[in-house]
């Protein structure tokens, strides 16, 4: 691996080159945008996916509730777990971030001093992203499309090699889908078992929320209703 960061002329110091250009050419407001975003905004717009996601099934109320946000609770983690696989694999790796190796690079974070295989924030928010995929396919695809921006904002940035992003998000979505049958098994029975509490399960469930597809009438109308289906008997 430290082979590909000595060399210039593969496709992965070829791409971080063209990829970090455009850093060179940007304006320098948009280049501090893209360091808030490639830092922290695209972290923070994942959790408050997460959160949306989880308030949208708990307003739904559907039948398999518990399963769903079961999986959103699987998603952050197997982002921390994908996190700590990380740990030692940068440690055998030793690779050194690009702007050591090197010159000419626009690094638009500063301070950066550990390993660069493999990118924490790739492995993060795409781990989040297959997780909430789990859960539910609509804010999944958005949290994957979230993952995949945050991988160009780290090369962008002049922090991470572009295969420094390909293994996090192999990383990341490994660890979400090897582990998620025994993660869900051990979960939703615990979801299950909080939305059967008095209080707790609205957690689950939103106070008066019916599952999809049940009517739901008021006295009065669910007797005029069964009237109606009197007469027409």
């Known amino acids: 691996m430290a082979g590909l960061a000595e060399s210039g002329s ?15 050419d940007a304006p320098h407001w948009f280049d501090r945008i893209m360091e808030f975003v490639g830092e922290w905004g695209l972290l923070l717009a994942m959790v408050l996916l997460v959160v949306w996601c989880w308030w949208s099934v708990r307003r739904r109320a559907d039948a398999d509730a518990a399963s769903s946000v079961a999986g959103l609770v699987w998603a952050p983690l197997a ?8 740990v030692p694999i940068r440690g ?9 190796d090197h010159q000419g690079l626009d690094v638009l974070v500063s301070g950066k001093t550990d390993f660069s295989f493999v990118s924490d924030h790739a492995t993060l928010t795409m781990a989040m992203g297959v997780g909430l995929f789990v859960a539910n396919r609509k804010f999944g695809l958005a949290g994957i499309g979230l993952a995949l921006l945050e991988g160009f904002c ?49 957690l689950i469930r939103a106070r008066g929320a019916v599952p999809a597809g049940q009517e739901t009438l008021i006295p009065g ?11 027409a008997a």
């Open 79 to 86: 982002a921390s777990i994908a996190l700590l696989v990380n």
């Open 154 to 202: 780290r090369v962008y940035m002049g922090v991470h090699y572009p295969t420094d992003v390909i293994g996090g998000f192999a990383l990341g979505t490994a660890v979400v889908l090897l582990l998620s049958p025994l993660a869900m098994a051990l979960l939703t029975p615990v979801m299950k078992a909080v939305e059967k509490a008095p209080r707790a399960g609205l």
């Open 92 to 100: 055998f790796v030793e690779r050194p971030r690009p702007f050591v």
């Open 10 to 24: 593969n496709p992965d110091v070829d791409l971080l080159y063209d990829i970090n250009g455009l850093a060179k």
């Open 221 to 231: 109308a669910r007797a005029e209703h069964s009237e109606e289906r009197d007469l």
